[in-house]
């Protein structure tokens, strides 16, 4: 199978933090046994990577995974595992789940990620049903997919504070919606566990926060490794109360790029990169690649065009934008044919189950790999990512891809933290 | 990858038998969840399956396994996750664990085993070393193996009632031995954690408290999935207080002989299966497939000449047999090229991790395929027990190899159930 390759001379750096892990391996491994005592992983997430050569660092961790159609198949075992380890403490004995996606029924490649969760979760031993927040949804209604599978869409049925379908009475609620809109009233004051957490939705949820808990993490990891934690955390800032169609907090905007372009240009002079710095200009709140620029200088975004300001100021289902994060933009330098390659590690409690690529031939190594309409050509990691060989270089593929489970992990802690701040407000996260 | 095939007609209630095992899959998989919250899986084991077409039954249950190296190793994966699931509540954070294999220096073959666990283990994230029973090992001693391996024996260092090799204090104790002669002083009134138990060794287990517990699990399972429990547990007696060499106890072996016999001819007959019966006499304590006889009339118990007494009186280090498991005997008709394939499944903590088949050219059907001297060539699973599908036959590979992971999980049931036993002797074991 193919891997991509590292299309950059600026290696020297990423072989160091390539090396220290895979030479730290067995305190990373008990750092993270010792992390997970204290903390709950999400019940399952997905970590956007990217790697520059002098640095690899997750620029975005998604609670509400798609793409589990992407995975390797031969992994599968893999996640069915995890799954069983997860389902073991919230579903003892014989269970029925419910999932609940989002609201898409013509996206198909979206409907096998869906199908391939529930068959990932039956095969771990559970009765497993889809439940559907559309009003459309009447009556259950088979949707045939594209890879040959098929996926039953029924209507939720809520009987007081329990939600499930009209002869099904699930154990828990597994959630493959982000929110985006609000916590839709069939689940509001449901008895049952709902997982992720309805306040883990994107209506609530603010990658600021994730990225500030990220920051310790990332900083506690790189003591523990003996790194500098840039390595594996970009420079971001953050910016409230933007009104891009009245053109309100341009000023807070512009200087936060600013910023992060000033600290990003002194660390590439520090470690002797050549690269001309840019930042990414996100939605605070949101997903799908929806309202994100590249920016290089500060005046890029002041006095913004009619068409980028309606690009910046609404993401998903209409929500607008009010709050942005700037943060350091981290080169993508794999590539697969010449294309762009941007790894996705994904997670099921605290396992890493499997991987893929997105490979895009007609966008820069500078550019967002995940806007609407993008068509990527999902590559499966070929190995994931528990088989490091510390006999082989630190750039070889299993070592790669153990370096890409452990950052990935990172910030699934870094979730975690932020999951229990999204529970108990009123209290601080625990420290890591 | 080659599949071995069933040779028999006889596969009727087999096909039922696997036809309920899929209907009831998240039954049976929410019944182990179940079965887990009540009681400890080993360490790990490995259970020999015995597969006739009409009956898939274990016939022994491991508790010290060898033969790791010869798992697929695409599923390591799933073995260093099992493992990572394990320690994690056995040693939390950054941990040291030491592997104390047998007295093996020679077989090149089994220390590739003790290689290939330490490698697993390690890949959960331990410091893994080996450390040696035997006096000869004074200094580390690498041994370089068949496969490009190396394993080094490490001499045992005692401090007070902890364990350790000179520069490691572990946390816990993994054995590969299976102390058939006692328990060494070096393993006497230690404080750490020595998995499976020295108690469990078979200087004190009985096959004959295995197999009692299998029938209490086999039936309860039974009952669950709607099937006669003959189907997955072999009719089995025992004699105690034997004497091969004073020619003591040979009317109660061959009145438990016949027995077992008239047992299963008759149960041969009520499902009109077209099959000579025969027992396997086997010593109650023990391994190696040393004193084990394969009978077809009680007769053939009585008088035996020198050469059987010899055979049957002496176990591994010498160990002499007094007590003796009459077990019905269970054909093997699965075949690969014309030779007899037994499946061995093998588990790490409560998950299948993968198998192999004991292929053998020159022996029987009915014939014992872990001989000593014998050579078998080990076939991997091809997959392995977690993904059966279905909408294919009930003895598609995947599915039968689902059925197989089930059977041997009913079989580690059982074990964990004797090791409560084995360690809390005054106590009954708790009902499944």
């Not at 009209?166 to 709902?194: E, H, K, R, Y």
């Amino acid at each position: 199978m193919a891997v991509p390759h590292l299309t950059t001379a600026l290696t020297g750096p990423l072989l160091e933090l390539e090396q220290r892990i895979l030479g730290a391996m067995p305190d990373i491994e008990g750092w993270f046994r010792a992390q997970w005592q204290e903390h709950t992983p999400p019940f399952y997430g997905s970590v956007d990577l990217r790697n520059a050569g002098y640095k690899l660092a997750p620029i975005d961790m998604n609670l509400f995974p798609a793409g589990f159609n992407n995975l390797n198949p031969v992994f599968r075992p893999l996640a069915i595992q995890a799954a069983q380890v997860t389902v073991d403490h919230l579903c003892p004995g014989i269970a029925n789940l419910l999932i609940i996606p989002e609201n898409h029924t013509r996206n198909l490649y979206y409907l096998q990620n869906v199908a391939a969760l529930r068959d990932t979760l039956r095969l771990a031993g559970l009765k497993v049903r889809v439940g559907s927040l559309l009003s459309e949804i009447t009556a259950p209604t088979d949707i045939d997919l594209p890879d040959g599978n098929t996926l039953t869409l029924e209507p939720l049925v809520r009987r007081g504070r329990r939600l499930g379908l009209a002869d099904f009475d699930p154990c828990m609620v597994l959630l493959n919606n982000d929110l985006s809109a609000g916590v839709p009233a069939p689940l509001q004051d449901i008895d049952q566990t709902i997982l992720p957490p309805p306040q883990a939705g994107w209506h609530s949820r603010r990658k600021s926060q994730h990225f500030a808990l990220y920051d310790r993490v990332a900083s506690d990891f790189a003591r523990l490794i003996g790194v500098d934690p840039w390595l594996i955390n970009p420079y971001w800032g953050v910016c409230r109360g933007i009104d891009f169609q009245a053109r309100a907090g341009e000023e807070c905007l512009a200087e936060t790029v600013r910023e992060v372009l000033e600290q990003t240009r002194a660390k590439y002079r520090e470690l002797g990169i050549e690269q001309t710095p840019f930042v990414m200009v996100k939605a605070d709140a949101g997903t799908y690649g929806m309202g994100v620029m590249s920016v290089k200088d500060p005046s890029e975004v002041v006095g913004l065009n009619r068409k980028q300001r309606n690009k910046m100021a609404v993401v998903k289902e209409g929500m607008s934008v009010s709050d942005v994060l700037v943060q350091e933009g981290v080169p993508t330098f794999e590539t697969l044919n010449d294309a762009v390659a941007e790894p996705v590690v994904y997670m099921l409690d605290r396992f890493v189950v499997g991987g893929f690529y997105r490979v895009h031939t007609e966008r820069g190594e500078d550019e967002n790999l995940n806007a609407p309409g993008m068509h990527f050509a999902p590559l499966a990691f070929e190995n994931c990512c528990t088989e490091p060989d510390a006999t082989d270089p630190p750039d070889a593929p299993p070592n790669r891809f153990y370096a890409y489970g452990v950052i990935s992990r990172l910030a699934l802690l870094a979730a975690s933290l932020e999951i229990e701040a999204l529970i108990l407000p009123a209290e601080e996260p625990e420290p890591v």
